[in-house]
């Protein structure tokens, strides 16, 4: 159910690449518990300096380097669960030793179950809750 999207600097091999996506996959697997094999993630790259960050906004000091991350997901999750979230990503990613903490920003999308198609044209959420509806 989550959809990730990161936005990184071009020149990563494709293993750092999937290192970066494979810690934001096992922190929400961690954190909020998403399914096995709901892994679905594009990583867009970018050319060097397209991507801002200000360097010290909100006391953050950024190296100028960052990646962007954004999740969208299902709504509901209480703000504790987020920042347990935030903090397991940074320290996931930055364990692999191609990203600061500090150059992480992540952003979460939510939206509800009528709003995803897995394949086929089908919502599949709303058929599973009509169904279950039905019984």
Same mark, same amino acid.
């Given at each position: 159910m989550p959809l990730i999207t990161l936005s %990184?600097?071009?020149g990563r091999t494709r293993?750092?690449?999937r290192q970066l996506a494979d810690a934001v996959y096992e922190a929400l697997r961690a954190e909020i518990?998403?399914?096995e094999n709901d892994r679905f993630v594009a990583i867009r790259e970018h050319a060097a300096g397209d991507l801002v960050a200000d360097p010290g906004y909100l006391g953050v000091a950024r190296s100028g380097h960052p990646v962007f991350v954004e999740?969208? %997901?299902r709504r509901?999750?209480?703000a504790e669960k987020k920042q347990a979230l935030y903090r397991e990503i940074a320290r996931r990613m930055s364990a692999t030793g191609l990203v600061r903490s500090e150059d992480i920003l992540i952003v979460l999308h939510e939206n509800d179950t009528a709003d995803w198609s897995f394949g086929n044209g089908v919502a599949q959420y709303v058929e599973a809750e009509q169904k279950q509806g039905r019984q």
């Open positions: %990184l600097e071009a293993e750092q690449r518990q998403i399914p999740i969208t %997901l509901g999750w209480p």
